[in-house]
C-alpha cells in the first residue's frame, strides 16, 4: 500500500518560516520523481517545485530564493523549507511521487499552510 504522509502545516506570520515533510512508504523512493503542489482556495492546483530522482530542482517563479525543495533518501522522505512566507502562499500543500518510467502517480493527502497576521 502506498502511502504519501505530509506534515508541518500551520499558522504563520508574514515573513516566517515553515518546514513541510512528506514520509513515503510502499514506494521505491529513490526512483521516483517528488514535488510539491499547492492549491489555493477556489484556484487550481499548482506545481511548486519539484526535484527529481537525480535530485534536479526546479521552482515555481513566486518561490525562487524563498522555498527549498529537498529529498532523503534513507528516510524516503520529502521536504520543502518555506522561508519569507507571504499571504498568496496561503493554500493546502500536496506531495507528489511520479515514476520516470512507469508514470505511476501517487498523492498524499495535503497539509493546510496559512499565512496571516
Known amino acids: 500500500q502506498v502511502q504519501l504522509v505530509e506534515s508541518g502545516g500551520g499558522l504563520v506570520q508574514p515573513g516566517g518560516s515553515l518546514r513541510l515533510s512528506c514520509v513515503t512508504s510502499?514506494?521505491?523512493?529513490?526512483?521516483?520523481?517528488m514535488a510539491w503542489y499547492r492549491q489555493a482556495p477556489g484556484k487550481q492546483r499548482e506545481l511548486v517545485a519539484d526535484?527529481?530522482?537525480?535530485?534536479?530542482?526546479k521552482y515555481m517563479d513566486s518561490v525562487k530564493g524563498r522555498f527549498t525543495i529537498s529529498r532523503e533518501h534513507l528516510k524516503n522522505a520529502l521536504y520543502l523549507q518555506m522561508n519569507s512566507l507571504k499571504f498568496e502562499d496561503t493554500a493546502v500543500y500536496y506531495c507528489?511521487?511520479?515514476?520516470?518510467?512507469?508514470?505511476?502517480?501517487?498523492w498524499g493527502q495535503g497539509t493546510q499552510v496559512t499565512v496571516s497576521s
Open positions: 510502499g514506494i521505491a523512493f529513490s526512483l521516483y520523481d
Open positions: 507528489n511521487a511520479v515514476h520516470p518510467w512507469t508514470k505511476a502517480n501517487y
Open positions: 526535484v527529481s530522482s537525480i535530485g534536479t530542482t
